[in-house]
């Protein structure tokens, strides 16, 4: 498949509108940005025209609507400008404003992908960047949100939205892709329930805030200027909403999010874990991809295989077996392994024999998928060869090989084994177990 590349504008479009909060009119302009730029949002209306980046750091309320900063400049409600932007395969641009808040438009993001159609998205040079899920992510928060998140190839979002009381339950799952969203997604408006935003009229907090502007919800009645675009707008609303809150990642995700009553907190403490995420592994010096499909075993069956438990467990996956003799194990050595805190503090390096221990225990489950049973526990009998070549240190991924070279009856066995980062040895050895029924 042909690498994707980064896109950005084809020309700088903009339009006015209405600023939710206060109220008053407001012009945006999207401008073209360079390669790994980014999306960058900029306040017109100050002196010197600052910049805030639309990343995860500069995340700073969460109330109702996504707030970013830097400094003491803010800009409020970016959750659609920029849903828009990367639904639409933006990667690079600058968001020119010159209030402190988009445009509402009607409530969706339709003009937001009107004014992108407008200006032409047009490919770049440099690859684009994406952030694969490896293992679930899962997050829940204090309303009842919960996000899942799983690995797939696509960018997928299944999410339920509920109100109170569990009126309005709807569900909808979908792949996004540029058309996906542009015709189911886009157009969802924003809805509020009456209870929530009496006491801010009464404030005056949104004075933008009309029947034009936002579907109400009060009661069991549904009251907007025109009828729903949608039988279930809502969830295709809180869709819209996580899309523009993951934007915030900077990487395009190639992964499933299962989105249960889902909030701009909740998003953004996913759209948090997933940088951190993508920071740790930024430090790798080589992404690998892991096969999937047949033949391997997740971390629960590694489990139900193995006893050894946290800390002791020394290997995360196994990737697959060949034929009989051969098996893969994959261990991801993070800065928060207990043995890195001593092993030495200010410079931490994985300790020789962890590495023995993860090669023996990817040797014992190519021996109990042999033996058909996990009723016997392994002991070491023998290390022998055994050399450290390179030291492991946090953020590696360490690809344990081990091949069986003898087995005698049921309870010797024999294994060479050792261990890859980036494709070079760091470790070997030759084990022998015996095994003893537990
Ligand atoms: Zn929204």
Redesign the pocket.
């Known amino acids: 498949m042909a690498t994707e590349l980064q896109h950005t504008l084809g020309k700088a479009v903009g339009f006015s509108g209405t600023s939710l909060h206060t109220g008053e009119k407001v012009s945006l302009r999207l401008q073209p940005a360079p390669v790994d730029h980014g999306i960058k949002f900029k306040r017109k209306d100050l002196q010197d025209e600052p910049t805030i980046d639309a990343k995860i750091d500069n995340l700073k309320t969460v109330e109702r ?1 996504t707030t970013i900063g830097e400094g003491s400049v803010r800009v409020h409600t970016v ?2 400008v920029l849903a828009a932007l990367s639904a639409m395969g933006v990667d690079n641009a600058i968001v020119e404003m010159d209030a402190n808040e988009p445009p509402i438009g009607d ?1 969706s993001a339709q003009i937001y992908v009107d004014v992108i159609k407008r200006a032409s998205v047009i490919e770049q040079e440099t690859p684009r960047k994406f952030f694969y899920v490896r293992e679930p992510v899962h997050l829940e928060g204090k309303t009842g949100a919960l996000l899942v998140l799983l690995p797939d190839d696509k960018f997928r979002i299944s999410c339920t939205q509920a109100g109170p009381n569990s009126r309005f339950t709807q569900f909808l799952s979908m792949e996004i892709t540029p058309a996906t969203f542009e015709r189911e997604i886009a157009p969802a408006r ?1 809805f509020v329930y009456y209870e929530d935003v009496e006491p801010l009229m009464e404030k005056n907090l949104i004075r933008g805030g009309s029947l034009e502007n936002a579907v109400v919800v009060r009661g069991d009645a549904v009251l907007s200027k025109e009828p729903l675009r949608f039988e279930d707008e809502f969830v295709r ?1 809180k869709i ?2 996580i899309i ?1 809150d993951l934007a915030l990642i900077g990487h395009r995700i190639r992964g499933h999010v299962v989105a249960v009553k889902p909030s701009h907190a909740v998003n953004g403490e996913l759209a948090r874990v997933l940088a951190r995420e993508q920071g740790r592994r930024s430090t790798l010096s080589l992404p690998r991809t892991i096969p999937r499909g047949e033949g391997g075993l997740d971390s629960d069956e590694v489990m139900q295989i193995l006893p050894h438990r946290y800390p002791f467990l020394m290997v995360d996956r196994i990737i697959g077996f060949e034929g009989e003799t051969k098996c893969i194990g994959m261990k991801t050595v993070t800065m928060n392994e207990p043995f890195f805190q001593g092993h030495f503090p200010g410079h931490p390096v994985m300790p020789g024999v962890l590495q023995v221990e993860a090669m023996a225990q990817v040797a014992s489950i190519l021996l109990f998928k042999l033996a058909k049973t996990t009723n016997r526990v392994g002991y070491f009998m023998s290390a022998d060869e055994v050399k450290f070549r390179k030291p492991v240190v946090p953020g590696d991924t360490i690809f344990i090989h081990a091949e069986l070279t003898k087995q005698r009856g049921e309870r010797l066995a024999k294994a060479k084994c050792h261990c890859l980062v980036n494709d070079a040895v760091v470790s070997e050895g030759e084990l022998m177990f015996t095994f003893l029924d537990k």
């Open positions: 609507a959750e659609h409530g924003t609303h819209l909403d523009g």
